[in-house]
């Protein structure tokens, strides 16, 4: 019998503790994976799990993978449960300091780091949803890194939980925590052959009992200015400043209703999300979004009309377009296989939630995982508010998702679907 109490310190515990290490991912890294802060936890997360008794390793890439064999004697599919190491560059991620508060009563909360960041119902009602709940946020100074180290916590967790119950029914369990996922190089350099999962799951979702089959498909973009240097003393006619072309091209996107402030539900937008460079050559690095891969194409349409028009105002500058597709929407895949959403939402239910099928404005490891050939939706973990300082996450949630993976974990063993056609077991 699964003690609730225990399961849920457990995870909130293991939450406060990896979230004080560094692991901002560094879209300018070459390196695999983009910064130490990632190898860290990894260590730490395959020291634990072989203090389990699991089989557990990090790679040279800083994939942590372990195993966990079948405790039923059919043969049934192997599942996997992943979560990625790393934290979004979009704010600070590094001296995190994790605020536990008492049983939400509604009202702010003031972030003490940074009195000026307040959490409250005004500008986020989902917290109306948490009443009673006990809620983490960083100090204001830092984002949380919820996403994802609430799913890491919630995969670490249940695998606690399984050894501590061997009479709880699971097949073959693979946990695969992954690195760089907010840059787009989650899955880069896994081997799915030698992971050897049938199905997977990632735990990167938001509110409680959700289940994610359908994400955008996304494209990077990387918009080359180029100007002519001169010295500013005796620029006339001669200097073309790349910096303010670009800022003119930023200008016609600022308004656009394809810009994310002004877009929600299904559509897609294009966002600039960095520049670099000097007066003889800039960059501007955008994402394109859409849950229609082809919409991307009218996307880039527009980032190239606004290049046109405003060089045209800048005679001796240039302009060039590099596009790389970055990953595809999961829907098409996994409606193939529907079973995977019929199982979570049963795990759920299992569980006491109320589970509710939704997309994602976004991808995860699994948009990329299922376009390789291992069908992988996604699952809460209750993690709110990414990617910025009013980040937050409900102790009570993550428990909940701890849950849903050991009831999916018994569903497949108790009723096992089939065997992933593409990896076959010799």
């Known amino acids: 019998m699964l003690d609730t109490n225990d399961l849920q310190q457990g995870v909130l515990q293991r939450f406060l503790r990896y979230v004080q290490v560094d692991t901002t991912a560094d879209p300018t890294s070459s390196t695999v994976p983009s910064s130490k802060g990632q190898l860290v936890l990894g260590r730490m997360l395959q020291e634990e ?21 079948s405790n039923v004697q059919e043969a049934v599919p192997t599942l996997c449960f992943c979560a990625h190491l790393d934290t979004s560059p979009d704010a600070p991620g590094a001296h995190i300091k994790p605020q536990v508060h008492p049983p939400y009563k509604g009202g702010d909360l003031v972030l003490p780091g940074e009195p000026g960041w ?14 009673g709940h006990t809620l983490v946020t960083s ?8 996403d ?13 939980q399984l050894v501590l119950h061997p009479e709880w029914p699971h097949g073959p369990l693979i946990f ?13 350099h896994l081997d799915l052959a030698s992971l050897g999962a049938d199905w997977a799951y990632t735990l990167d979702g938001e509110e409680r009992g959700d289940i994610e089959d359908e994400t955008f498909s996304a494209d990077s973009l990387t918009l080359t ?11 006339k006619g001669r200097l073309v400043n790349a910096l ?13 209703a394809a810009a994310p402030e002004h877009t929600e539900d299904r559509q897609g937008f294009l966002h600039p999300v960095s520049i670099s460079g000097q007066a003889e050559r800039c960059q501007i690095q955008w994402i394109l979004r859409d849950f229609q891969s082809s919409a991307l194409d009218d996307l880039e349409a527009k980032i190239q009309e606004w290049a046109a028009r405003v060089s045209s105002r800048f005679p001796g500058s240039r302009y060039e377009i590099q596009r790389v597709e970055q990953y595809r929407n999961m829907k098409d895949t996994l409606d193939r296989f529907p079973f995977l959403v019929d199982y979570a939402m049963a795990a759920m239910q299992d569980g006491g939630l109320a589970p509710k099928r939704r997309w994602i404005r976004g991808g995860t490891d699994g948009s990329r995982l ?35 993976i050991l009831h999916l974990a018994r569903r497949f063993a108790l009723h096992p679907p089939p065997m992933n056609p593409h990896f076959q077991k010799s």
């Not at 799990?49 to 064999?69: F, K, M, P, S, T």
Request: hydrophobic letters at 45%.
């Open 49 to 69: 799990l072989q203090a389990l008794g699991l089989q557990a390793e990090q790679d040279e890439n800083g994939y942590v993978i372990a195993r966990l064999a």
């Open 118 to 131: 307040v959490l409250g119902t005004s500008n986020d009602p989902d917290l109306l949803r948490q009443l």
């Open 139 to 146: 100090d204001g100074t830092t984002l949380l890194g919820a």
């Open 148 to 160: 994802d180290k609430a799913g890491v916590s919630e995969i670490m967790e249940a695998a606690r």
């Open 176 to 188: 695969l925590f992954t690195v760089d996922e907010e840059i787009g190089r989650g899955v880069d």
């Open 225 to 235: 200015i180029h100007g002519v240097s001169a010295h500013p003393g005796f620029a």
């Open 244 to 256: 303010k072309i670009a800022g003119c091209i930023l200008a016609e996107a600022a308004n656009d």
């Open 370 to 404: 299922t376009a390789m050939g291992l069908p992988c939706p996604n699952l809460f973990a209750g993690g709110h508010r990414f990617h910025s300082r009013l980040e937050w996450v409900s102790a009570e949630d993550m428990a909940s998702a701890v849950q849903t």
